[in-house]
T-cell receptor, first 109, second 113 residues
Framework: NAGVTQTPKFRILKIGQSMTLQCTQD?????MYWYRQDPGMGLKLIYY???????DKGEVPNGYNVSRSTTEDFPLRLELAAPSQTSVYFC????????FGPGTRLTVL | AQSVTQLDSQVPVFEEAPVELRCNYS??????LFWYVQYPNQGLQLLLK??????LVESINGFEAEFNKSQTSFHLRKPSVHISDTAEYFC???????????FGAGTRLTVKP
């Protein structure tokens, strides 16, 4: 099993650009999550999903969108990138405990 | 919703010394508790968890944590640390009946020779 995979690993965006962060898991987990990690702030939940076709907002959803068309994939969309979205983004899936991907480091300039 | 407070942002210790990383939580419902470790430029890995039963839980690499319901704490301890334990440690809490995992701000453990 590859576990949770994320692409890309790094990305630099200009203000106003859009992009999609990809997340895939091969453990057949129903629950999936997107977090952002900022220095000294821990992880903040952006969106989560309890199964295909079902998504819900977390603590910090503004500026992001998600979709869950399959059990395996949970992409995160940034429509109009802003400097405040500079962060490290982690995807996770769970069956009890959460399993994390390696992260995507995003810089918005 | 639940919340977590990690009382120390940084903990420097010498190799082979004992260490305690403190975690307090707040919740109106019963909870599950977790400690995750993050090594540089990596994702988070589960270190140990409390779901039910014995309040003392252990990891395979010598860490242990004790769930104290009256003090709403879940402190992480290791009697003798190694250089390789240098990492960031996150305490997390989730309610029994929800999917909202809340993380603390993290404690950076630095083990010096």
């Amino acid at each position: 099993n590859a576990g949770v995979t994320q692409t890309p690993k790094f990305r630099i965006l200009k203000i106003g650009q859009s992009m999609t962060l990809q997340c895939t898991q091969d453990m057949n987990h129903n629950y999936m999550y997107w977090y952002r990690q900022d220095p000294g702030m821990g992880l903040k939940l952006i969106y989560y999903s309890v199964g295909a076709g079902i998504t819900d907002k977390g603590e910090v959803p503004n500026g992001y969108n998600v979709s869950r068309s399959t059990t395996e994939d949970f992409p995160l969309r940034l429509e109009l990138a802003a400097p405040s979205q500079t962060s490290v983004y982690f995807c996770a899936s769970s069956f009890g405990e959460q399993f994390f991907g390696p992260g995507t480091r995003l810089t918005v300039l | 919703a639940q919340s977590v407070t990690q009382l120390d942002s940084q903990v420097p210790v010498f190799e082979e010394a004992p260490v305690e990383l403190r975690c307090n939580y707040s919740s109106s419902v019963s909870v599950y508790l977790f400690w995750y470790v993050q090594y540089p430029n990596q994702g988070l890995q589960l270190l140990l968890k409390y779901l039910s039963g014995s309040t003392l839980v252990e990891s395979i690499n010598g860490f242990e944590a004790e769930f104290n319901k009256s003090q709403t704490s879940f402190h992480l301890r290791k009697p003798s640390v190694h250089i390789s334990d240098t990492a960031e440690y996150f305490c997390a809490v989730r309610g029994y009946n929800n999917n909202d995992m809340r993380f603390g701000a993290g404690t950076r453990l630095t083990v010096k020779p």
